[in-house]
């Protein structure tokens, strides 16, 4: 059982580029989030989707841009990096609701814009 | 705005000591508080959770406190050791909003 699958584990980009943050899940998860870890920031979330189809902004939406074709993938598009978009990201899945709700991280992305 | 609040921002036990994460909260909205534990290099993990309509949750070495009137919840590391070394945040959630809300991370240390 791979769970969240991220991919890649590292990227380096330069200002202006743009790029795919890849994001898999295999436990049938309806929700689907994509966050951004920052030191003194905790985590953030960027864009969220509640099944196929639907998606919604989060806290910190600006650059980046998400799609929801299938339960199980759900990639994040950086359409023009910058350097504030420096950060490790993190892909969650879940069940939502009830007292088993538990968010299921991938290993994480670390980006640098250069 | 940060509407979760957490401290102290680093925090060192030593080895059988216990260690205490605190958190303050102001939308009265939420009301789900997870804590996940991170390790370095891997993606945060659920460690324990409560509702509000308890105010205490334990499970094994770890606790919840929570006091709904203070708007404050905590964590209590019972009989600390290396391996809790590890980041902690705590969270907070509003039942159909579909959002997390994490605090800033406590980043503790166990003696060995």
């Known amino acids: 059982n791979a769970g969240v699958t991220q991919t890649p584990k590292f990227q380096v980009l330069k200002t202006g580029q743009s790029m795919t943050l890849q994001c898999a899940q295999d436990?049938?998860?309806?929700?689907m989030s994509w966050y951004r870890q920052d030191p003194g920031m905790g985590l953030r979330l960027i864009h969220y989707?509640?099944?196929?189809?639907?998606?919604d902004q989060g806290e910190v939406p600006n650059g980046y841009n998400v799609s929801r074709s299938t339960t199980e993938d759900f990639p994040l598009r950086l359409l023009s990096a910058a350097p504030s978009q420096t950060s490790v990201y993190f892909c969650?899945?879940?069940?939502?609701?009830?007292?088993?709700?538990?968010?299921?991280f991938g290993s994480g992305t670390q980006l640098s814009v250069l | 705005q940060q509407q979760v609040k957490q401290s102290p921002q680093s925090l060192i036990v030593q080895k059988g000591g216990i260690s205490i994460i605190n958190c303050a909260y102001e939308?009265?909205?939420?009301?789900?508080f997870p804590w996940y534990q991170q390790f370095p290099g891997k993606g945060p993990a659920l460690l324990i959770a409560?509702?509000?309509?308890?105010s205490e949750k334990k499970e094994g070495r770890f606790t919840i406190s929570f006091n709904k009137s203070a708007k404050q919840f905590s964590l209590h590391i019972m009989d600390s050791q290396p391996g809790d070394s590890a980041t902690y945040f705590c969270?907070?959630?509003?039942?159909?909003?579909?959002?997390?809300?994490f605090g800033t991370g406590t980043r503790l240390k166990v003696l060995a």
């Open positions: 436990m049938n998860h309806e929700y």
């Open positions: 939308n009265t909205a939420f009301d789900y």
């Open positions: 989707s509640v099944g196929a189809g639907i998606t």
């Open positions: 969270a907070a959630s509003t039942s159909g909003t579909y959002k997390y809300i």
């Open positions: 969650a899945s879940s069940y939502w609701g009830g007292e088993s709700e538990k968010l299921f």
């Open positions: 409560i509702r509000p309509d308890v």
